[in-house]
């Protein structure tokens, strides 16, 4: 993965038994309180197969002033890559599943297992966030932007890089559409300078 990931990889044992920085997770959680940022972030993951949580870090990184190179925050996306497939993506599955009626099996349990199936989904999402920004950090540097427009034109543009990652998007979509991947993000940007909530969380919506 090259000098970049060895040094992401080296900062965890510093990280544990320190203190985690959880700034990136309160924020996006404050944040998804709103209605119309949980709509617009479930659409651009149910939609178009694009991480919800990183596109929710394209915002942050930015309206907290961190910039990264292209390469940097390719081989961030690289590194959070597994513990989002193997992790957050199965259990949401099997969430999902749990949502459907399976009669033959007692209601009761198959309730308190996708009540488990949820948080433990959740626990996950939070990992991915706590390594988001652990990175971010440890790469960007000192908070650099200033806000305002700067802090927008860096969002849009970590924005792009995460789409190009994609291994596979689902569709190609027209990106002047008003519920395309550009639009739903500008949304998501508008949200987040005029939004000041407590908790909520993506997997909750579905609760």
Same mark, same amino acid.
């Given at each position: 993965?090259?000098?970049?990931?060895?040094?992401?990889?080296?900062?965890?044992?510093?990280? *544990?038994? !320190?203190? +985690?920085?959880?700034?990136?997770?309160?924020? =996006?959680?404050?944040? &998804?309180?709103?209605? /119309? $940022? #949980? @709509?617009?972030?479930?659409?651009?993951?149910?939609?178009?197969?694009?991480? *919800?949580? !990183?596109? +929710?870090?394209?915002?942050?990184?930015?309206? =907290?002033?961190?910039? &990264?190179?292209?390469? /940097? $925050? #390719? @081989?961030?996306?690289?590194?959070?890559?597994?513990?989002?497939?193997?992790?957050?993506?199965?259990?949401?599955?099997?969430?999902?599943?749990?949502?459907?009626?399976?009669?033959?099996?007692?209601?009761?349990?198959?309730?308190?297992?996708?009540?488990?199936?949820?948080?433990?989904?959740?626990?996950?999402?939070?990992?991915?966030?706590?390594?988001?920004?652990?990175?971010?950090?440890?790469?960007?540097?000192?908070?650099?932007?200033?806000?305002?427009?700067?802090?927008?034109?860096?969002?849009?543009?970590?924005?792009?890089?995460?789409?190009?990652?994609?291994?596979?998007?689902?569709?190609?979509?027209?990106?002047?559409?008003?519920?395309?991947?550009?639009?739903?993000?500008?949304?998501?940007?508008?949200?987040?300078?005029?939004?000041?909530?407590?908790?909520?969380?993506?997997?909750?919506?579905?609760?």
């Amino acid at each position: 993965m090259g000098r970049v990931s060895e040094q992401i990889s080296a900062s965890a044992p510093r990280q *544990a038994g !320190v203190q +985690l920085h959880d700034r990136f997770w309160t924020w =996006s959680t404050a944040l &998804l309180r709103d209605a /119309e $940022a #949980r @709509r617009v972030s479930l659409a651009l993951q149910d939609r178009y197969s694009i991480n *919800a949580n !990183v596109a +929710l870090w394209c915002v942050w990184t930015a309206h =907290s002033g961190y910039v &990264l190179e292209e390469e /940097e $925050a #390719r @081989r961030i996306l690289d590194h959070i890559e597994p513990m989002d497939a193997y992790v957050v993506r199965r259990l949401r599955e099997v969430r999902r599943y749990l949502s459907a009626p399976h009669p033959g099996y007692p209601l009761v349990e198959l309730v308190r297992l996708r009540r488990e199936t949820y948080e433990a989904e959740l626990a996950g999402e939070r990992l991915v966030q706590l390594r988001l920004e652990a990175a971010t950090r440890m790469l960007a540097g000192p908070p650099g932007l200033r806000g305002g427009a700067e802090a927008g034109h860096e969002a849009r543009r970590l924005f792009s890089i995460s789409r190009a990652h994609l291994e596979m998007p689902v569709v190609l979509a027209d990106d002047l559409g008003p519920e395309s991947p550009v639009a739903l993000f500008e949304t998501l940007l508008d949200r987040a300078r005029s939004t000041r909530s407590g908790p909520q969380t993506l997997a909750q919506d579905a609760e």
